[in-house]
Every structure is written in C-alpha cells, then in structure tokens.
C-alpha cells in the first residue's frame, strides 16, 4: 500500500517494553486420549484432549469458534448428555459458537462485562508466538464467516475474562519468529491515516491493506470494506519478514490513536493444545512480571 514515509522507520526488535514478562513453560509431550481411534483427526484428539483435562462440572465456560473449537463444543454436548459433566453453563464468543452449543444441548448465557465470572475458556488461534503463548486470532479465512473475532470484540474479551484459556492448534502452527498477518481494529472514520500511520510505523517490514467484506478487493478495500456493527474497519498488517517479538507488536499497536484492538491475546494463564499427526502435547505458560526500565 503506498504511504508516506516515514522520517524514522521503527524497527520490531527495536521496542523494549518497561515490564518484563518471565516465562516459565511446561511441554507435556505426549497425551492421546486412549478411547480414541488412532485414525482420528488431529484436531479431534486435541478437542478431547481439552474437554477431558480441563472442564469440570460446575464451570462456566467461554465457548470458542473454528473448526477445533467446534468438535469440543460437540464432545462437551455428549459429556453432558451422559452425566460425565453437569451443570455447565457455556458463554458463546459467536453467533457460530451459540448455534453449535444449542445444537449439542449446552445451556447458555451471554457475556455482559469483564467482571463476569468465567472459569475456563477455549478458542482455535491461527498461530501461537513459541515461548511467550501470544496467541494470534482473526486471520483473514477464505471464508469471511471467520471473521467474528474482530466484528464481535466481546470475543477476546472473553478470553482475557476467563481464570485460564487454551488455544488450539496444529502443530506447523506454534513456532518463534511467526510470520503473516495481523488483524487489527480500527475506527472506519479515519481509517486511512490509521493506515498510514502503522505503515510509517513498520515501513519495510509489512504491508496494511483494509480487509473487504467481499473477494480480494486490494488494499483499500474495494466499495465493500467490512464494517463491524460498532462501524470499525477491519485492517490487515501482513509482515514480510518475521516478527522478533509479538509483545512489542502489540505494545506498538496500542500507542496509535484510533486503534480499537488488535488480534494478539497476551494471557497470563493459558496453555497451548497442539494437535500432532500422532500425539498431542500441552504448552503451559506460568509468568511473572519485574516493573521497571529493563
């Protein structure tokens, strides 16, 4: 997208952020739930995997969307049905997630405000930063139905209200140094100097195109640009090279006037279900922070 440039291009590596998170992570390498065929889906070991290791009966769960996503919601249907769980109650993070739980027999209620109380909660990720878990989420799909993790930010709201959040992903999917886009929210009023300015920000790193609502309609967007029901345009930062630190990504973002909210979810207590072709494996993330200038 062609932008001004700016008099001083930011370098990704070059922000240090004044709290230093310290990670300490577990990789629980090998966990297959052992009812299962070994013919099955990666994808479907990890949905048990999740429902079986953290769901108790009592909870209040958020309820992710993508394809993971739903084949927990299916197994948490049949857990309830059985009486292996009870009394939970679901917080769907989208319209696509409130039709599966209704579809399966989980009993709903709908996110109100941060201070709700929800035990646990689960989402697919489009990537996981390896070391940090910052987990990357409204990747631009071939089919836009995908895209409610940005039209309904209640979505990630849920996510950081939760006491613990899995993501879900394959296992190409969790690496360091992540590459492509991320989805970022903005005010459609002045999109375009939005725009502009996270061009200058990362000016030979990424390119910003406005996410259209319908086919590939360039960076502008086309006559048809997604507008969310809070009238925020959708845009599209795709890095060319990759990104040294997710953290800074985001710090970086949340400095620029008319950012609404970005798709990195940086959560303290998380663990990161990666569905293999012939295991699946945990990543848990325990972190502390050190205030001050590092």
């Not at 993790?149 to 360091?176: G, H, R």
């Not at 990666?274 to 922070?289: C, F, K, M, P, Y």
Request: charged content about 20%.
């Amino acid at each position: 997208m062609a932008f001004a440039a700016a008099s001083t291009p930011f370098s990704l590596s070059s922000m240090v952020p004044t709290h230093r998170r310290t990670f300490r992570h577990v990789s629980v390498p090998r966990v297959i739930n052992a009812s299962l065929s070994p013919d099955v889906s990666p994808l479907l070991r990890a949905a048990h995997h999740t429902v079986d290791s953290y769901v108790k009966s009592g909870m209040v769960i958020g309820l992710g969307s993508g394809e993971a996503s739903d084949m927990v919601i299916r197994y948490l249907g049949q857990q309830l049905r059985s009486g292996s769980l009870q009394n939970v109650v679901g917080v769907p993070m989208s319209a696509r997630s409130a039709s599966e739980a209704a579809k399966y027999g989980i009993p709903l209620e709908y996110f109100r405000d941060d201070n709700q109380v929800i035990d646990f909660a689960f989402h697919d990720a489009d990537a996981v930063e390896e070391g940090s878990l910052i987990a990357v989420i409204g990747r631009r799909r071939s089919s836009q139905e995908d895209d409610y993790i940005l039209k309904q930010k209640a979505s990630e709201s849920i996510v950081k209200a939760a006491d613990e959040a899995v993501f879900m992903i394959k296992e190409e999917q969790y690496k360091a140094s992540l590459e492509g886009s991320i989805p970022v929210l903005v005010q459609s009023l002045n999109w375009l100097a939005i725009a502009e300015e996270i061009d200058d920000l990362y000016l030979g790193d990424a390119e910003v195109w406005r996410r259209a609502s319908v086919g590939d309609a360039g960076p502008l967007g086309g006559d048809f640009p997604i507008v969310t029901s809070d009238g925020h345009n959708i845009l599209d930062v795709i890095f060319t090279t990759p990104i040294p630190s997710l953290a800074n990504v985001a710090e970086s973002l949340e400095t620029i006037d008319g950012v609404v909210d970005h798709g990195l979810v940086i959560k303290t207590r998380c663990s990161v279900v990666i569905a293999g072709e012939t295991e699946v494996r945990t990543v848990t993330l325990q972190t502390s922070t050190v205030e001050g200038d590092v």
